[in-house]
């Protein structure tokens, strides 16, 4: 795909994140997880119908390299400071991000703005967090970051108390595997 068509397609898609229209950025936010997940894992059975169904041929034919995937995180980022009501599907989308891009980031949004989260936020916070710890692919000084954040360390374990018992469960596994892998 040529570079400007492919620039074309990203920027619409950053631009509906930016839209005031709710279910336009859901849609958006969706769309980049299908494109998220060919980059990262390739696309399985499932992922290629909906791909299908919810990708423009253009979108279906874009390969996302790691500096697309830093500016998706950024994009997404803004959508958490800026669209309460959609934190929780960007969220959900970071975590379709290569770990080495977007992980030292959403700690550290976590850490800035984490404590007036909802629940919903606050799990694909946490949903995020422990995907990129379950994969593994995270250094030694990443790991010591999630362990030594103050403001990250009071959200999480005040989400391991939360009577969400989803985000309970999930934040109270993401502290366990910050203690086990730090070791």
């Not at 791909?51 to 390969?63: G, I, K, N, Y």
């Given at each position: 795909?040529?570079?400007?068509?492919?620039?074309?397609?990203?920027?619409?898609?950053?631009?509906?994140?930016?839209?005031?229209?709710?279910?336009?950025?859901?849609?958006?936010?969706?769309?980049?997880?299908?494109?998220?997940?060919?980059?990262?894992?390739?696309?399985?059975?499932?992922?290629?119908?909906?791909?299908?169904?919810?990708?423009?041929?253009?979108?279906?034919?874009?390969?996302?390299?790691?500096?697309?995937?830093?500016?998706?995180?950024?994009?997404?980022?803004?959508?958490?400071?800026?669209?309460?009501?959609?934190?929780?599907?960007?969220?959900?989308?970071?975590?379709?991000?290569?770990?080495?891009?977007?992980?030292?980031?959403?700690?550290?949004?976590?850490?800035?703005?984490?404590?007036?989260?909802?629940?919903?936020?606050?799990?694909?916070?946490?949903?995020?967090?422990?995907?990129?710890?379950?994969?593994?692919?995270?250094?030694?000084?990443?790991?010591?970051?999630?362990?030594?954040?103050?403001?990250?360390?009071?959200?999480l374990k005040r989400w391991s108390r939360s009577s969400d018992i989803r985000l309970a469960k999930c934040a109270s596994a993401i502290i366990g595997l910050a203690r086990e892998r730090s070791n």
């Amino acid at each position: 795909m040529k570079r400007a068509k492919r620039d074309r397609v990203l920027r619409c898609l950053y631009a509906e994140l930016e839209s005031g229209d709710f279910d336009v950025r859901e849609f958006a936010m969706f769309q980049l997880v299908l494109m998220l997940r060919r980059a990262n894992d390739g696309p399985s059975s499932s992922d290629i119908i909906d791909e299908v169904e919810h990708l423009s041929r253009d979108q279906m034919r874009l390969r996302l390299s790691h500096g697309d995937q830093a500016q998706i995180t950024a994009h997404l980022l803004r959508v958490v400071s800026r669209q309460a009501g959609s934190r929780a599907t960007a969220f959900w989308a970071l975590g379709e991000v290569a770990p080495d891009i977007a992980f030292a980031p959403v700690i550290s949004v976590i850490g800035e703005q984490g404590k007036p989260f909802n629940d919903e936020t606050a799990y694909q916070a946490c949903r995020a967090l422990r995907r990129w710890l379950e994969s593994d692919s995270l250094d030694s000084d990443e790991l010591k970051v999630l362990k030594d954040d103050d403001r990250l360390s009071s959200c999480l374990k005040r989400w391991s108390r939360s009577s969400d018992i989803r985000l309970a469960k999930c934040a109270s596994a993401i502290i366990g595997l910050a203690r086990e892998r730090s070791n």
